[in-house]
């Protein structure tokens, strides 16, 4: 079975400051798919970004950039200089390749209060 | 581009009632997921459609089914509501690829009473 556990539930930081959420998931499988989505109070999920279990080269994308570790089962997301926009529940969700379907399995979520 | 559309976006029902939840995806999508999202947890996997038929689903009871039309859009119904059954319902679409990301929309929230 899989699993995804985020141990923050809230963090709270002044504007500018960095933002790092833990992800820590577990599957038997060797191939699947891990992503970050965010959730603004109008309760809409927005996908941010994906990485697949083969590719552990961590990448920065924007204000966004994140740390894969296989051998850890680890998949951190930072917002760097973070801006009061960037207040809202986030996600860390892992994907299993099966035959038919794709079903993500979510954490509990970190919310990020971001205070000017 | 319109993105994932649902209705209605508040909905109150008392138990033992019925309700129908209603998803149109975004522009060229054709697979359409449901989840259910309680307050203050993660969204939890219900089913997903795909050529109208579903094609894998949750640990979730019978009570909960669905519908994909020919357009794609779908239906959530939900029987014999219970008060655990209140919480965010979100509709998701995406491509038929097993690693398109899924978008959503702005779910319709529920509650039992």
């Known amino acids: 079975a899989q699993k995804v556990t985020q141990a923050q539930t809230e963090i709270s930081v002044v504007e500018k400051e960095d933002v790092t959420l833990d992800c820590v998931y577990e599957t038997r499988d060797t191939t699947y798919y891990l992503f970050w989505y965010k959730q603004p109070p109008s309760g809409e999920l927005v996908f941010l970004i994906r990485?697949?279990?083969?590719?552990?080269q961590n990448e920065i994308s924007g204000r966004y950039s994140w740390n894969f570790q296989k051998s850890t089962s680890s998949f951190n997301f930072t917002i760097t200089a973070s801006q009061v926009v960037d207040s809202a529940v986030y996600f860390c969700?892992?994907?299993?390749?099966?035959?038919?379907?794709?079903?993500?399995?979510f954490g509990g979520g970190t919310r990020v209060l971001v205070k000017p | 581009d319109a993105g994932v559309t649902q209705s209605p976006t508040h909905l109150i029902k008392t138990r033992g009632q019925q309700v129908t939840l209603r998803c149109s995806p975004k522009?060229?999508?054709?697979?359409v997921s449901w989840y259910q999202q309680a307050l203050g947890q993660g969204p939890q996997f219900i089913f997903q459609?795909?050529?109208?038929?579903?094609?894998q689903r949750g640990n979730f009871p019978d009570r909960f089914s669905g519908h994909q039309f020919p357009n794609y859009s779908s239906e959530l119904n939900v029987n014999a509501l219970l008060l655990g059954d209140s919480a965010l319902y979100l509709c998701?679409?995406?491509?038929?690829?097993?690693?398109?990301?899924?978008?959503f929309g702005n779910g319709t929230r529920l509650t039992v009473t």
């Open positions: 998701a679409s995406s491509t038929p690829s097993y690693n398109s990301p899924l978008h």
């Open positions: 990485r697949n279990s083969f590719d552990e």
């Open positions: 522009s060229g999508h054709d697979t």
């Open positions: 969700a892992l994907l299993m390749i099966k035959a038919a379907g794709n079903k993500l399995t």
């Open positions: 459609y795909y050529e109208e038929e579903e094609r």
